[in-house]
């Protein structure tokens, strides 16, 4: 199965700052999930990122607040604009490694907004 | 609104003890998983099943999916502190993107 590394793995952030975080894949891949997952909460999809073209959002989320970049087959990064405690969250990625192998998550970036 | 309910939500039981956790939903999906989250970590994938009755057995773990492949449980035989953790279920219809039920944190006590 895929290998994903994330990073920052946390961070504090001042409200009103932008964050972004990356996520690098060890095989080439189509599609990158990004997800939140609140306080000691289930994880929600914010949008599916495609190589090539525009990030598919879901509903109760915008480009401009998580804009997302996915250059290449191996790489994406999502950004957390404008930061407000209410951001505060684990944000995670995820690739699909295969029907056998499921999702594999990267190991989460837990946000905290002061 | 959320597609994948599960109960219970809170699960606080002794080492030993036996324990279900279910997975419901109104929709139907080709393939639903279930993961294991600690803290600190990502999830990861416990099994996936894809057949409607289908049942799959991981050790002291027993795994069900409906008949109507809109439902799931998780059976956990004999359980012991390393079972503890954040149990979600997620569903796929097809390709498309996976959509987490609701969790289920269990904690097993000495």
């Known amino acids: 199965s895929a290998v994903i590394s994330q990073k920052p793995s946390r961070d504090i952030c001042q409200r009103g700052t932008s964050l972004t975080i990356q996520c690098q894949v060890d095989s080439q891949v189509t599609m990158m999930f990004w997800y939140r997952q609140q306080p000691g909460q289930s994880l929600t999809l914010i949008a599916t990122a495609n190589q090539g073209s525009e990030a598919t959002y879901e509903s109760g989320f915008v480009i401009d607040k998580f804009p997302i970049s996915r250059p290449n087959l191996t790489f994406s990064t999502l950004t957390v604009s404008n930061m407000s405690p209410e951001d505060s969250s684990i944000y995670l990625c995820?690739?699909?490694?295969?029907?056998?192998?499921?999702?594999?998550f990267g190991s989460g970036t837990r946000l905290t907004v002061v | 609104t959320q597609l994948l309910e599960q109960s219970p939500q809170f699960l606080s039981i002794q080492e030993g003890e036996n324990l279900t956790v279910y997975c419901n939903s109104s929709?139907?999906?080709?393939?639903l998983q279930w993961y294991r989250q600690e803290p600190g970590e990502g999830p990861v994938l416990l099994v996936t099943?894809?057949?409607?009755?289908e049942v799959k057995k991981l050790k002291r773990l027993t795994f069900q999916f409906g008949d109507a492949r809109k439902d799931s449980s998780l059976h956990i035989t004999a359980a012991q502190p390393g079972d503890t953790g954040l149990y979600l279920c997620?569903?796929?219809?097809?390709?498309?993107?996976?959509?987490f039920g609701t969790g289920t944190r269990l904690q097993v006590f000495p």
């Open positions: 997620a569903g796929a219809r097809g390709t498309d993107k996976l959509i």
């Open positions: 099943v894809v057949t409607g009755g």
């Open positions: 929709s139907v999906f080709s393939s």
């Open positions: 995820s690739v699909e490694s295969g029907r056998s192998y499921g999702y594999t």
